[in-house]
């Protein structure tokens, strides 16, 4: 690349040609209305400044295309390697989203399979959720029908105290008019291998064979409601 000192004098080189050949060229073109042949020296002189000024264009241009050129290459360099930063970005990105996209897959995967697990926890907490209902159910009932026994029972044991009550004052009642009574010594029955007799010393007394006479049909019937 030419440096900007020669092209600054190719350039004052260029004007200053085209300058004085024209103001020569025109000068002698003046003169020649006097002197003869003048006129083609005019000629003459514009063609040399003509030539001198076209080839200071000429490498002046040749400069400029070559300038560009250079510029233009390294812009292309540039943008080529511009592009090139960009494509390795490109990649470095894209293999980044891919190594996210996959380590996602995978944790996606886990979290199906933990779904699915969950999935059949929650069905089967709903299976024993139905058998505790169930269960419940059963024993609301057991609990409705043990209270119908309890109830049952309550009255039951009310009845035996009054009957408890009662037999107490019938005993009573009895030991009182034992007391009164007159005791008489009776015969006992004595089995043998032959016959039964009666001995005097171990006779019952009237009072005896009463209290087992008024007791039996009572243990009877007490016998009777506790086996029912």
């Known amino acids: 690349m030419t440096s900007p000192a020669p092209r600054t004098r ?13 103001v020569v060229s025109l000068s002698l073109m003046v003169a020649s209305q006097w002197v003869p042949f003048l006129d083609w020296a005019a000629v003459v002189v514009a063609l040399v400044a003509g030539f001198l000024a076209t080839w200071a264009a000429l490498v002046e241009f040749r400069e400029w295309r070559v300038k560009a050129q250079a510029e233009a290459a390294a812009a292309r360099a540039e943008e080529r390697t ?4 960009l494509h390795e970005t490109q990649r470095a990105v894209l293999t980044t989203v ?21 999935r059949d ?3 089967g907490v709903k299976v024993s959720l139905g058998e505790a209902r169930q269960q419940v159910s059963r024993l609301r009932g057991d ?17 035996l105290r009054v009957e408890n009550s009662d037999l107490r004052q019938q005993l009573a009642d009895a030991v009182e008019a034992d007391a ?23 006779a019952p007394t009237v ?7 008024l007791a039996q049909p009572l243990v009877a019937e007490v016998q009777a409601r506790h086996a029912n």
């Open 10 to 22: 190719r350039r004052i080189l260029m004007a200053s040609c085209l300058v004085v050949g024209t």
């Open 82 to 85: 511009r592009t090139q930063h």
């Open 98 to 118: 891919d190594a996210r996209i996959q380590a996602i897959a995978g944790t996606l995967g886990e979290t199906r399979a933990e779904l699915d697990s969950t």
């Open 121 to 123: 926890e929650l069905v």
């Open 143 to 159: 609990n409705a029908s043990l209270r119908v026994e309890l109830t049952d029972l309550r009255v039951e044991n009310s009845d």
């Open 180 to 202: 009164e009574a007159d005791v008489l010594t009776l015969p006992r029955r004595r089995v043998t291998a032959s016959t039964t007799e009666w001995d005097a010393l171990d």
């Open 207 to 213: 009072v005896e064979l009463d209290l087992q006479r």
